[in-house]
């Protein structure tokens, strides 16, 4: 019989949720977007560690255009976005259907909304990549795509897939390259400037549906394909380093710890949407929890939190690390 865990704390909103995302910038690691159905609301979170005990606060609601029933799929923080600034600066991009939108508000009287039809079918991931100079997408028109976020976004770089692109990230200490998966479990590191691909690995099973590069070491990708969860050493890439089979139904969403030395990754899958985690050597879990609804999932940028959604709550649940 399974353990399950229960959260450390959880916001309750008004609605379900659609899609979240954890501000991962240095002057705004606790600020969160959430979409809602036909909204999105900023909220910024305090956790003991920092202020005694758990506490958020709900700063504005952005409207995002006639969504036309269309779920958000994707959001991502611009690293510019700062509330150590006076006016603050958030800046965010947030993929529905083939569409992106570009919100920028001052918390306060100044927001835009700047949507643009991005792709020619759903967009599955939108990353900022060259420290901001450029947002990345991936479709599942088999294509990845670069854009710069002016006032008029102009496509200056696509990169033809084989199958649907499903994730796409950068690394903080290596701005130029991203990571680019495909469904059919090819994961690329691509190269913005010179427009190479500089290594490819390829996964034992498929459907791959999520990948992740990790903050801590970015000689390690990992990947959530058919259920397993299979980690690459980029030194040794011909090869997965470990293979752990973790959701017997197929998996949604994996994610590296950012700040643990140790590896320790997250992910959520089938039967019935369970978040795990797990260290990396790991094949006993460090923490198990069952979720109505899937909307995805994050860490938090400094403490050892991960969080996920169920139905209008998001939890966040305290992970036990060395």
Known sequence: MRTVTEPEF???LNETIECYAICTTDF?????AVALKNHMCLILVGLPEENGEFGWNHLQDLEMGDKDQRRVTAIAFSPETSMNCSPNNVTLCAALG????????????????????????YINDVSWVCEGELLATVSDDFSCRFWTPGATPENVITFGLSSAGMSIKSHPEDPNKVLVAEKKGIIHLYNVRSKQTVVSVESPKFPLLSADWANSNRLFITALA??????W????????????????????????????????IASIGRPDLTLKVFAAKSTVPLIEASLKTFAGLAWHQRLPYVTAVSDRKLHFWKVPMK
Do not use: C
């Open 233 to 264: 050493d980029l030194n040794r890439p011909f090869i997965p380093a470990d293979v752990k089979q973790v959701h017997e139904d197929g998996g949604r969403v994996v994610r590296f710890a950012p700040g643990s030395s140790e590896m320790v």
């Open 28 to 32: 705004a690691y606790n600020l969160i």
């Open 98 to 121: 083939s569409d992106l939108i570009i919100i920028r508000t001052d918390l306060g009287q100044f927001n835009t909304i700047q949507p643009f039809q991005a792709h020619s079918d």
């Open 10 to 12: 959880s916001i309750q």
């Open 226 to 231: 058919g259920g397993d969860i299979v980690t």
